[in-house]
């Protein structure tokens, strides 16, 4: 049997190992709160935990988050499994999103939080984590695939 939407596995399943390794990664090397700059001022890897959602937006409310976590990726791997062949885009952005959002749903479900790394200081935004960037990405390649299959656009 051949599994459908191959792309959206495997991109998941990619997505959410790097995710939880890198965090592995700072957990075992990094005491909470320690900075070391990479370009000093502009790009730091720097250990801390959020108990909220993307840029510590409702801090604190990680119990409903855990439980969103867990349907998103229930929503996600149900359409992979029993939607329609997905494209490329697709698969590849729901794939993202899905990894994404177990790597951070697993934080909230045995930690109580998320480990966050990624210091862009430059810009002065929020401290982040690979899951975030699965995330992200994945939305760009949604958009990416519903501009492709807008009506009258020609391929």
Not at 29 to 36: D, S
Not at 90 to 111: E, V
């Amino acid at each position: 049997m051949r599994l459908k939407n191959r792309l959206f596995w495997i991109a998941a399943v990619v997505a959410f190992l790097i995710d939880q390794l890198t965090k592995y990664w700072v957990v075992k090397t990094f005491a909470l709160g320690q900075t070391i700059p990479l370009l000093p001022e502009i790009f730091h890897l720097t250990y801390v935990t959020n108990t909220g959602a993307a840029f510590s937006l409702f801090s604190g409310k990680v119990e409903w988050l855990r439980w969103l976590s867990l349907g998103v990726s229930l929503a996600l791997m149900a359409i992979a499994w029993w939607g329609p062949s997905l494209g490329f885009w697709d698969q590849l952005g729901y794939g993202l999103i899905l990894g994404g959002a177990m790597g951070n749903g697993i934080d909230r479900f045995i930690l109580g939080y998320v480990v966050d790394f990624l210091d862009f200081r430059l810009i002065n935004f929020a401290v982040f984590n690979l899951a975030d960037t699965c995330i992200s990405v994945g939305i760009v390649c949604l958009l990416i695939a519903s501009w492709q299959h807008t009506p009258g656009r020609t391929r």
